[in-house]
């Protein structure tokens, strides 16, 4: 017997040290590659498994960069809404022609097809699968809506939030997902004019 030492074995989920040490580009990778997934399958019939593989990577270092399948999910979504720059750009300018700006950011990011078709998978997902339906909670209400209201120091900004993220994913909805007619061949900007004034209404009136 030599006294070479034997390699350490990893514990679950956890990555070889040179599996983390491909850096932040690899958790990018992954990010984009769960997007493409999750939009292509839904959430149910995704497993991390399959996207480490479109990735590249071992089913681990996914784990070891963003937990749980539902996390996951909850990542490859942001990167279509990213509440993070929109919030600010939202308020920035105060709270007149808030409902406007609203509005388009949100029109803008369902008629962009690259950020359209993982949207289409977290709505789909969210009517039929708990988990799904917790992130859009979430990412729509919680991370946007919520903090624009409450930016703009209004009475109930949880329940006008609420209103406005009924009214823009009722639209996404009848839209994008049933292709209800007219709806689903308006111009946008016909339906920024109609929508803002409700939405400025929501988020600024006492």
Do not use: C
């Amino acid at each position: 017997m030599t006294g070479e030492s034997k390699p350490r074995r990893r514990g679950p989920g956890r990555p070889r040290q040179d599996e983390v040490e491909e850096g932040p580009g690899t958790q990018e990778r992954i990010r984009l590659a769960a997007r493409e997934v999750f939009a292509e399958r839904g959430y149910d019939k995704t497993s991390v498994r399959g996207i480490a593989k479109v990735a590249g990577v071992d089913p681990a270092l996914v784990h070891h960069y963003f937990g749980s399948k539902e996390d996951l999910f909850a990542a490859a979504i942001e990167i279509s809404m990213e509440p993070a720059m929109v919030v600010p750009a939202v308020i920035g300018e105060g709270p007149e022609g808030i409902g406007e700006r609203l509005a388009r950011y949100f029109l803008g990011v369902w008629e962009n097809p690259v950020t359209r078709a993982p949207l289409l998978a977290v709505i789909r997902s969210a009517l039929t699968h708990e988990a799904a339906a917790k992130v859009l909670r979430g990412l729509v209400l919680r991370r946007l809506l919520e903090r624009v209201a409450a930016d703009l120091d209004v009475p109930d900004p949880t329940f006008r939030a609420e209103l406005a993220a009924s009214h823009m994913v009722g639209i996404a909805i009848l839209r994008y997902v049933l292709q209800v007619e007219p709806l689903a061949s308006a111009d946008p900007e016909d339906i920024v004019a109609l929508v803002a004034p409700t939405l400025q209404r929501y988020l600024t009136e006492d």
